[in-house]
């Protein structure tokens, strides 16, 4: 079976052109506000399909991808667990006071792959550990089929390390407050690609304010490293139709890779 077919079978896709039977219906009642890191702006570009092009997206003048100096953090950690320490005891928004534990991130601190989603929902914020909620299954499965270990092949973190109150959007001063300790993450890891999940994790990442249907379907960089940018699995459960174009991103990233 191709890996594409295992992918398309996880995602509950089946073949390209034909959804299999029921799976509509089975979708329809997904509600869980817990999984709701879905907004207006995205729902309304699903019909728009990006461009057909696997070329190097070049940021216009005002997308800088340096580190911003109004986001400086604490000197650089040497290590993730350093750095990790550092987000339990960060203090530098209010979501610290609302918080039941910070999320740091999961997986291999070596990994080829990081994925970058939103923010923490609220199971997160229970364990303590990013995507292990609804979304966070879909998002296993995709990787499952795209023969990539969560243990071993990926890092998983957010732009943000706390959750928002009841799941709301990312304050502008909150994803300041964070994004030091994201780019910390990423100059330790050192990935060979990085995937943004969703909006926020997209524009935080490229300094851009393009919506993800502009920002989808071509290849940007990070401080030299390859982005793609893909829907937020939370999205995904909503508005299962655009999961064939998700499937695309993973195709782009793959072929990225060379793998």
């Known amino acids: 079976m191709s890996r594409e077919i295992q992918i398309l079978e996880a995602m509950g896709l089946g ?3 034909q959804a299999r039977p029921g799976f509509f219906a089975e979708q329809a009642g997904v509600t869980d506000e817990d999984e709701s890191k879905v907004n207006v702006e995205e729902m309304q570009e699903a019909a728009e399909y990006p461009p057909d092009q696997t070329t190097i997206a070049t940021p ?13 953090a604490p000197a650089m950690a040497t290590s993730l667990e350093d750095l990790k320490r550092e987000v339990a005891h960060c203090e530098h928004c209010d979501l610290c006071k609302t918080r039941t534990h910070p999320v740091f991130g999961r997986g291999n601190q070596n990994a ?18 990013p995507f292990v909620g609804r979304a966070g299954h879909l998002l ?17 973190a957010n732009v943000l390390k706390c959750r928002p109150p009841s799941n709301r959007n990312p304050a502008p001063n909150e994803i300041s407050a964070c994004r030091a300790y ?3 993450q990423i100059q330790l890891i050192q990935p060979e690609i990085i995937v943004a999940l969703g909006r926020f994790a997209a524009q935080t990442l490229l300094d851009s304010s393009l919506s993800i249907s502009r920002l989808r379907g071509v290849v940007h960089e990070y401080q030299g490293i390859p982005l793609i940018v893909s829907y937020h699995p939370a999205y995904l459960l909503r508005n299962p139709p655009d999961k064939a174009r998700a499937w695309e991103d993973w195709q782009l990233a793959h072929r990225t890779l060379g793998t």
């Open 15 to 17: 073949p390209v052109w």
């Open 140 to 156: 296993d499965n995709m990787l499952a089929a795209a023969h990539l270990s969560c243990e071993q092949d990926v890092y998983i």
């Open 182 to 184: 994201l780019q910390q």
């Open 112 to 129: 080829r792959w990081l994925l970058i989603g939103e923010a923490p929902g609220e199971q997160e914020d229970k364990q303590g550990l």
């Open 60 to 72: 216009a003048p005002s997308e800088s991808l340096a580190p911003s100096a109004e986001t400086s």
